[in-house]
């Protein structure tokens, strides 16, 4: 019997999972995910990003056919050049957002048709609002600047795939916090990176976007791997036959792992990819 599941598709997170310092793709995990490929492996970017943001260097490898985007709200077909699934953010669930739009001391995005929008003087000083300076640069260049977001909001009212909300400090978040539980069974709740809060229609996460294409290629859950580090990660970690956690993950990350791998800045996704299934039952 082999000690582990004959894996046939690898998703991975890729902001402090996949990409090290400065959201760059090491050589060495670039390289395991291409012996992967040439392994007939099927490699899935799951991100909470929207697709407009998803890197080059991901986009370079032409061989990752699929995109799993804002949490899974959005789901691509690379070769096909389709969206193959979308689910937006209930319309009442939109209503009750909308007064956070005016938060003076809130970042907030609204993400549709795949790009994330911002208020124009907010992404051109994203630092005030708690955007750390490792993410300003990623930040700045993908963001799409609106004037007027409640209403850029209510205009896409029955598209939105996602709410990003980004905070200075524990009050507003606090106060961001307080207000989306007052109708928390309208969408799901969750968090990418430890400044933030993300909204997405109910039902979404990165599990449901990880079995809706392995159902589709016909792949099992036992023979699906998941790697990860945040609590938007947890649900595709619980869900997979192998669900790693990077070293820097958060506690309820690790708990949901079969396994805890490497830092994301010492190549934890490479050393996993070698233990489970480059050096495994195949």
């Not at 996602?162 to 989306?180: E, S």
């Not at 159902?215 to 609590?231: H, S, V």
């Amino acid at each position: 019997m082999n000690e582990f599941p004959d894996i046939k598709l690898i998703a991975t997170d890729l902001d402090d999972t996949l990409l090290g310092p400065g959201q760059a793709l090491s050589e060495e995990n670039k390289n395991a995910l291409l012996r992967c490929i040439a392994n007939g492996i099927h490699v899935v970017a799951a991100t909470g990003r929207a697709e407009s943001a998803v890197p080059k260097e991901i986009l370079s490898i032409a061989e990752i056919r699929y995109l799993i985007c804002s949490n899974g709200a959005r789901i691509i077909d690379r070769d096909a050049g389709e969206v193959l699934f979308a689910k937006y953010i209930d319309e009442a669930a939109v209503d009750h957002i909308i007064p956070l739009l005016h938060d003076p001391e809130i970042l907030t995005e609204v993400f549709w048709n795949g790009d994330p929008y911002a208020e124009a003087d907010r992404i051109a000083d994203p630092k005030r609002y708690g955007v750390p300076d490792s993410f300003l640069d990623y930040f700045i260049s993908s963001r799409l600047a609106t004037q007027g977001l409640a209403a850029f909001a209510m205009a896409h009212r029955t598209e939105i795939e996602k709410f990003h909300f980004t905070f200075p400090g524990p009050a507003q978040k606090d106060r961001i916090w307080r207000h989306l539980q007052k109708a928390g069974k309208l969408y799901e709740i969750t968090s990418s990176l430890g400044f933030n809060l993300e909204v997405d229609g109910l039902g979404v996460n990165k599990a449901a976007g990880v079995k809706f294409i392995a159902d589709r290629l016909g792949i099992g859950q036992k023979e699906t791997m998941c790697i990860g580090d945040n609590a938007n990660d947890i649900s595709m970690i619980a869900y997979a036959g192998i669900g790693v956690a990077v070293e820097n993950a958060v506690a309820d990350a690790k708990a949901a792992a079969d396994y805890i791998t490497k830092r994301n800045d010492e190549n934890g996704v490479a050393r996993a990819i070698e233990r489970f299934v480059l050096n495994g039952p195949r």
